[in-house]
Each structure stands twice: as C-alpha cells, then as structure tokens.
C-alpha cells in the first residue's frame, strides 16, 4: 500500500457539512456587496515578488518572514503566493487603467498564504473577503467602507465586535512623528525587547503596535502621531468620526493604533473582538492614497479593509449563531436500479425547475433495502422523500413522502406533470 499522504500543515481542507457555512457567509457578503455597489473582481493567487516587496515594505514582517517565494524554474522570474490581496488588486487597477472613467468599488474573495505558526484562527492558507473603493478622496468614502464592514456583522447576527479607529496623516507628519518616537525610545532602550530593538530605525511606528506587557509603561507615554497632524489631516479625521457618529457606529480612537503594511496613510480602523483570545482582530484596513503610485500606476487615493474569513466562522461558532445547514428539498428512493432510466428522466426535470434532489445509488452491494434507503433520505436532511418503486412507476407516479413537517403524509403525482408539482418540494415554498 502507497504511504498515507496528509494536507500540509496548515492549510487545512474544509468538508461538508463545514464547506455549507462557508458558502452562507460568502452569500451574505455578495448579497451586501450589491447593496453597496461593489462589484467582484478576482486576481491571481501568484504575484511578482516585487509587488509585495515594493507595496508592503521591505522590513514588513510579512515580507522579511512570512512570504512564500521561489523562483520561475522556466524564466527564473521571483514569484510568491499572495500573502494579502490589496497589493493584486491595486497592481490590476494600474494595470488595466480601471480608473480612467472615474471611481472603482470593488471586493474579492480568496486564500492568501503566510509562512506562519498555525493557532486557532491563524493558518499558513487563510482566507480573506475585502472591500476596496479606489479612486475616492474624502472621508466619506473611509466611513462608508467602515460602514460596509459594520453592516455585514449586522448581517451575520454577531455581536461583541467593536471598532477601533485613528489616523497616520501624511508622509511628512509621520516624518516629524517618527524621529520624535525614534529619540524617546532610544532613551528607553534598556526596556525594548529584541524585536523592538530591531525595528527602532528600519519601522519604529510597528513598535507602538507590541504586546508585551514589560514594554507597555514605554509604549504609553511614546509621542502620539495624533499631535503631529495638520490641518488638513485633522480636518479628514473629523469629517470620518462625524460620518459615523451621524450614523450611530460606536468607536475608540486608538493612537496606537497602526497597520502592518507600510502603504497606509490618513484613517486605519480595526474591528476586534474579545470573544476569540489574543486572535481578537477580525477585520482591519484604512487609507492607502500612495500605493497604486508605488506599483506603477498614475497616483489615485483608495481605502480598504480585509476580514479574515476563518476568524469570523471562528466568532460565528463562539457566539452560537445559527448557521442554516446547506438545503436539500428531496431524496430519490429507488427500489429497482432498472428503473433509473425513467427516475433520472423525472429528477433532471425537477432540477430544472429548480428543485435540489439527492438520488440514491448502487453500491456494490446493490441498491439496498427500502428500510436502508429511507435511513439514507433522512440522514440527508431532505424535506421529501421521492418513492419510485414498481407499483408507483406502472402508473407513471412517484410517491411524495414527508420527511419533516407532518412526517409521514404522502401523496402521489405524475411523473409526467413533475414540473408543475416542483415547487411544492422546494424548501422556500
């Protein structure tokens, strides 16, 4: 016998009855998405390397630790598996010149890949499903994004998720910022740990973002960037917080509040929750008004967020919200496999008429018993099970048996009029 061959760990395959909730929480998204006119683009899994190491930053951990990269064995081309999906989509708008008749809303779906210690929540093939509106300048725009995200949890009965907003300004603000934030941890060396020490000259804005609990007293009394905005800065800041206060969408400015990718600029918001452990941050993003410049296209202001799809199933769980499993309106009993020809006929009419209807088939053993079958039907979830033995065909009918509501009753229909009687086995009717 071959060796037993197992997924890689980390990246973990999702089975029915699993895979039904993943499909509820991408319906829900789609069906929120063309309320708000966002319309789906999808990108390749496989970028240049260059894209992330240009878009993200060079001393990123995503792009020091975590990227999986190799070289094209056939142009020796750098590639690497995406390991986040803004980068693939503001290189498609540049590319394809998607702005030059104005503004883009756009969403995807998708895995992305990090190198990375799997825990609860966190895998080395995750998925992600983000917003992004490109093309719009004001805070307007970074409210309704913000707002887009707060509707899905509305969408999806969570609770326990609260929001998390500030701003970074502009280049030149996080200029003066940084050397002040530079000198007062300097002066506080002896506190920073190795990872701090580390990025102290090459990312010292990341280090206001550390959760150890020894560097806490330092990081609290750190220059706050806030303070180093502009007037303009500021005035986009305030038009964001009155959009969602108009709006009733509760929020804390966190001044620490930072984004791992070094494209962001003006508003960055989190959406955390407490309910999943040191894994608390479900949906992050902000404004990135440079970053389609960086990879070569004509300079646009854009703002985005990604939500980790794993977590949010994970809070889905935690919070006990009942996902509806996935529906099936009928299951085919089928006493005689001579009898297939005539029962795929009627079954291909009711899914036509769309119908969801499970067939029951021959093992290897058979067709099995009547008593066997129907354990089969009820097993599957089928409101109605399709009973097409001998008696029932030699008069052109089925018999239509109750598996749920009034189980038990049954009635037979013509095979011949199965379009017209479809919508009684649908699950909505």
């Known amino acids: 016998m071959a060796e037993k061959l197992s997924a890689v760990k980390g990246m973990n395959d999702i089975l029915p009855p699993e895979s039904a909730r993943w499909e509820w929480l991408e319906d829900k998204v789609r069906s929120l998405m063309a309320r708000h006119a966002y319309r789906n683009i999808r990108t390749p899994i496989v970028e240049s390397t260059p894209l992330f190491v240009r878009g993200l930053g060079e001393v990123t951990d995503i792009v020091e630790k975590e990227m999986y990269s190799f070289e094209d064995k056939l142009n020796g081309e750098h590639l690497t598996l995406r390991p986040e999906n803004t980068a693939g989509v503001v290189r498609a708008v540049a590319e394809h010149s998607m702005l030059y008749d104005g503004g883009k809303r756009l969403y995807y779906m998708g895995p992305m890949f990090r190198h990375e210690r799997p825990q609860r929540g966190r895998y080395r093939q995750f998925h992600q499903i983000g917003a992004e509106a490109l093309g719009f300048v004001g805070p307007d725009v970074d409210a309704e994004i913000i707002l887009l995200a707060h509707a899905l949890w509305k969408e999806l009965g969570l609770t326990d998720v609260r929001l998390e907003i500030n701003s970074l300004g502009q280049p030149e603000e996080r200029k003066q910022h940084r050397a002040r934030l530079i ?34 007293p330092v990081v609290e009394a750190a220059p706050k960037l806030i303070d180093f905005l502009g007037e303009a800065s500021l005035a ?48 992050a993003g902000g404004r990135y008004d440079y970053l389609i410049e960086q990879v070569g296209g004509k300079a646009a202001p854009a703002v985005g967020w990604a939500l980790g799809v794993e977590r949010v199933l994970e809070l889905l769980k935690e919070q006990e919200v ?8 009928a299951y085919a009993v089928v006493p005689d496999a001579a009898a297939m020809p005539q029962v795929m006929r009627t079954l291909q009419t009711l899914r036509a008429a769309g119908v969801s209807v499970q067939m029951h088939c021959a093992t290897a053993e058979g067709m099995g018993s009547m008593k066997s079958q129907f354990k089969k039907a009820d097993a599957s979830g089928a409101r109605f099970a399709l009973i097409f033995g001998a008696d029932e065909l030699a008069q052109g009918e089925v018999t239509v048996k109750s598996l749920r509501d009034g189980a038990g009753e049954q009635v037979r229909r013509g095979l011949a009029t199965a379009r017209d009687w479809a919508v009684t086995l649908q699950s909505k009717a």
């Open 236 to 283: 986009h800041f305030e038009g964001l917080k009155a959009m969602l206060d108009a709006n009733g969408v509760a929020y804390r400015i966190n001044p620490r509040l930072v984004r791992g990718m070094d494209y962001y600029n003006l508003s960055v918001f989190e959406f955390i929750t407490e309910s999943l452990g040191a894994q608390g941050t479900i949906c």
């Open 183 to 216: 000198a007062h941890l300097e002066a506080h060396a002896d506190k920073l740990d190795e990872d701090a020490r580390r990025r102290l000259h090459s990312n010292p804005l990341r280090i206001l973002d550390s959760k150890n609990p020894a560097m806490q």
């Open 322 to 329: 009942a996902v509806p499993p996935a529906a099936l309106d």
